[in-house]
């Protein structure tokens, strides 16, 4: 494939501004993945999958600047007894994080370079699996390069959470983040995520769920408002397994959170939600892509965005069903809370079903304030900031009760509470 001359530059760019690390279980892996970015090149416009978000400066050699902005307010999941592990600007701050020992789990760094290591056979792999029948370079390009993130092999119930805490200081940081999460057969593991991470963050997480396996997954992406975030979760789910990821994300002038789930075991369970909270220059993208490959098998998708002065949401959302996949049930919802006339939601719901014994259902609306309930909580002496905040609540309370932890939901929840009042304030 002879790929434009512009798309030629700007790749040949980015991985000039990079070191390609040498040596080690990982060198395969990495070579493949620069081979592949090299075939397809980053992505442009003119891709089907990034027609709604512009990818330029997630392409470019330097990270645009970013100031960091220090939260007033305590750290979210605080209350919670958990695990704690710190990157700062995309590097692992061992001083500042807990002792990594946690009875059913291992969790190692990704320089860990022995020859024979458990990783070897998961990392880039669930990442390449992910490029058909949609490639994704930037991907493929976090596989190549990243130095940093964390090996975590669960082979227990977890007794607690394990916490990944994302700093930003430097205001030209630029993360490259890679995790991987091996999930044994029964095993059981939360796993937390807060922080804006860096000026510019490209992170790939690729999650192995053995049969029997549970994985969730509690995300908050920071509050900083001049950070570029491309993020990458990849999932493969066994017999009896589940698989539950719920993001919120506040401020940022572009994200783009990428979901790609396949789930090759009867019965399996996943479920990928989320939450924005956008306000002015705010572009925030979600793209799913589930494959139902095995019997029985259940997938939710629920999106809520609250966008105002302007803000952007996108929503890319597609089930895939293979032959086979008898009774498949996947459902798929997103829903936009327009708070004024310049904001916009942009969605593509999809559905390809190859089997005939399914129940398999998307829907995807855009909406105002609802007037009767506005009028309803104003009548009862509520002054209207403090009653649209509550309707606000309401209309993404469907995507926070995806979390089945209720001290988890309550931190999300005080979270959109606090962002509200800062709005209305």
């Not at 977890?158 to 994302?166: D, N, R, T």
């Not at 930003?168 to 091996?182: G, P, Q, R």
């Not at 009867?266 to 989320?274: I, K, L, Q, R, Y």
């Not at 009774?327 to 969605?347: H, M, V």
Request: glycine share 8%.
């Amino acid at each position: 494939m002879c790929l434009p001359q512009p798309k030629l530059d700007a790749t040949a760019a980015r991985i000039a501004a990079l070191d390609l690390p040498a040596g080690g279980w990982s060198e395969p892996a990495r070579r493949d993945a620069l081979a592949r970015v090299n075939a397809t090149g980053l992505p442009g416009a003119r891709d089907e999958y990034w027609k709604y978000t512009r990818p330029d400066t997630l392409n470019q050699p330097d990270a645009p600047v970013a100031v960091a902005m220090h939260a007033d307010e305590t750290p979210i999941f605080d209350g919670i007894d958990r695990l704690e592990l710190v990157f700062v600007d995309g590097v692992f701050d061992a001083e500042a994080s807990d002792s990594p020992e946690l009875a059913g789990v291992t969790i190692e760094h990704l320089s860990t370079m022995a020859d024979i290591h458990w990783a070897k056979d998961l990392y880039g792999k669930l990442e390449t699996a992910g490029q058909t029948p949609v490639q994704r370079p930037l991907a493929a390009l976090n596989t190549a390069f990243a130095t940093e993130g964390l090996l975590i092999n669960v082979t227990g119930a977890a007794e607690k959470p394990v916490s990944l805490v994302y700093r930003h200081v430097s205001e030209t940081s630029d993360a490259i983040l890679h995790h991987v999460v091996k999930v044994a057969e029964g095993a059981e593991l939360t796993l937390l995520e807060n922080g804006p991470a860096a000026a510019r963050i490209n992170k790939v997480m690729e999650v192995d769920i053995a049969d029997g396996g549970t994985f969730h997954h509690i995300r908050a992406q920071g509050r900083d408002h001049d950070r570029r975030a491309a993020t990458h979760i990849f999932a493969r789910l066994g017999t009896e397994s589940t698989f539950k990821s719920f993001t919120l994300t506040v401020n940022g002038v572009l994200t783009r959170n990428e979901v790609v789930l396949e789930l090759t075991g009867d019965d399996a369970v996943a479920h990928v939600a989320g939450a924005c909270m956008g306000d002015g220059n705010f572009h925030h993208d979600d793209t799913v892509f589930v494959t139902h490959d095995a019997v029985n098998c259940e997938s939710r998708q629920v999106f809520k965005k609250v966008l105002r002065n302007g803000a952007t949401g996108v929503f890319q959302g597609k089930i895939l069903v293979k032959p086979g996949a008898q009774k498949t049930d996947g459902y798929q919802i997103s829903q936009s809370l327009l708070l004024d006339g310049d904001s916009q939601f942009l969605a593509k719901p999809e559905l390809e079903i190859y089997a005939d014994d399914v129940a398999c259902s998307h829907g995807s609306t855009s909406g105002a304030i609802d007037d009767e309930g506005l009028f309803y909580l104003r009548a009862r002496g509520l002054p209207r900031g403090v009653a649209e905040d509550l309707l606000t609540i309401a209309f993404i309370a469907e995507a926070v009760q995806e979390i089945e932890d209720e001290r988890l939901q309550e931190e999300i929840v005080s979270r959109v509470e606090g962002w509200l009042a800062r709005r209305r304030g």
